[in-house]
């Protein structure tokens, strides 16, 4: 059944009502899927696409699996190149929204005007330059499906206020428009930024942070499951993987993976394409990544120092995003033995919860010597 208004001279004085035939209502129903593929609107991978043998990955699908089964809004977090948006179809797909349109849009590439309107859509005549028509936007598209928004660290604080409207009142309101509108959507997100640390900045909304940061999937880099390095290569090259010497199996594994999954996948349409691989990654295994541990060391307590205050310092998280932008990229793992190092020689301090690291008296003197 359509209901409508029926107005005279801008009083309403009565309703049109449009009754549709069931068959077409089940036949609708019966191509909504193929209707949402012609559109783009779905998602065509799955977690069987994910290709795995670390134990690291392993852990990081279970969680995916198990927290697809809720209607959670999910924070998935990775560094550029780790799959991502792979990932956020994976979940739409185990999920009960399976059936739903999946819509993926990502905030990075779009001006703030312009990505405005995408999500909630306009009204005819909002602005000029406008469809006559109006449009629909990528939230009510997504109704009874799932929207996923990528890079989302990078979303005006304008922005964030309105989508944090979105998830507390589950309704959205066009430009130009006085309604609001109910939609019914399960919102998955990804950001290869700290937003933690966006967060203290003042740049990222702390409600909206905590809002969408429900449930964390952290896809790990590449080089922290070296294990899945060689099972990609043989995806990517096929046939040409045999002809891999033990040479080039080294150069790989031994290489630190910057671009995670994404560039050893062009590496390998390198060389499909030349027979051989890019010189690069055989320089000295990618320089930028080794220093001396006493250089490393000194580094880290200068990031500490200047993140040390009367009351907290810089937690193991934030501590490997500034690095990195030193264009230092280290595991987990590696910073968890530095700075256990560090502390045994007393030059840093561990509190306890989001107190975070902070340098000490000796370690000022370490500094300055």
């Not at 997100?189 to 937003?195: R, S």
């Not at 909304?205 to 429900?214: A, Q, S």
């Amino acid at each position: 059944v359509e209901k409508n208004t029926v107005n005279f001279i801008d009083q309403p004085i009565g309703y049109s009502i449009i009754l549709k035939n069931e068959k077409d209502i089940r036949d609708l129903e019966i191509n909504f899927k193929d209707i949402l593929i012609k559109k783009g609107l779905y998602a065509k991978y799955s977690f069987d696409n994910i290709i795995h043998k670390s134990q690291l990955m392993e852990q990081c699908i279970l969680l995916a699996k198990k927290s697809s089964l809720t209607d959670l809004n999910m924070l998935i977090i990775g560094e550029t190149g780790t799959g991502k948006e792979l990932m956020a179809q994976s979940i739409h797909n185990f999920s009960n929204r399976k059936n739903g349109p999946f819509v993926a849009v990502n905030c990075a590439t779009l001006p703030e005007s312009l990505l405005e309107s995408e999500l909630f859509g306009y009204e005819s005549g909002s602005f000029t330059g406008a469809n006559k028509n109006g449009k629909l936007g990528l939230f009510e598209q997504a109704n009874n499906g799932t929207i996923f928004l990528d890079e989302i660290g990078d979303i005006s604080y304008n922005l964030q206020s309105q989508l944090l409207r979105v998830i507390q009142e589950r309704q959205i309101m066009r430009i130009g428009s006085d309604k609001m509108i109910a939609i019914d959507v399960r919102l998955i997100v990804a950001t290869n930024k700290n937003l933690e640390e966006e967060v203290i900045k003042g740049i990222f909304r702390n409600d909206l942070y905590y809002r969408l940061n429900v449930i964390p999937i952290t896809i790990p880099p590449l080089r922290e499951r070296s294990g899945d390095i060689l099972l990609l290569c043989e995806y990517f090259l096929v046939n040409k993987f045999y002809e891999l010497s033990a040479d080039d199996i080294q150069m790989l594994m031994n290489y630190t993976w910057p671009g995670n999954v994404r560039e050893l996948e062009n590496i390998c349409n390198y060389f499909i394409t030349l027979n051989e691989f890019p010189k690069y990654i055989n320089n000295n295994q990618n320089k930028s990544y080794i220093y001396k541990s006493d250089h490393l060391a000194k580094m880290i307590l200068n990031i500490i120092y200047d993140n040390t205050n009367s009351s907290h310092g810089i937690g193991r998280a934030s501590l490997l995003y500034k690095l990195k932008e030193n264009g230092i990229v280290l595991s987990d793992a590696k910073i968890r033995e530095l700075l256990k190092k560090l502390k045994n020689k007393k030059y840093i301090e561990v509190g306890r919860g989001r107190v975070g690291n902070m340098i000490s008296e000796i370690g000022l003197e370490y500094l300055n010597k």
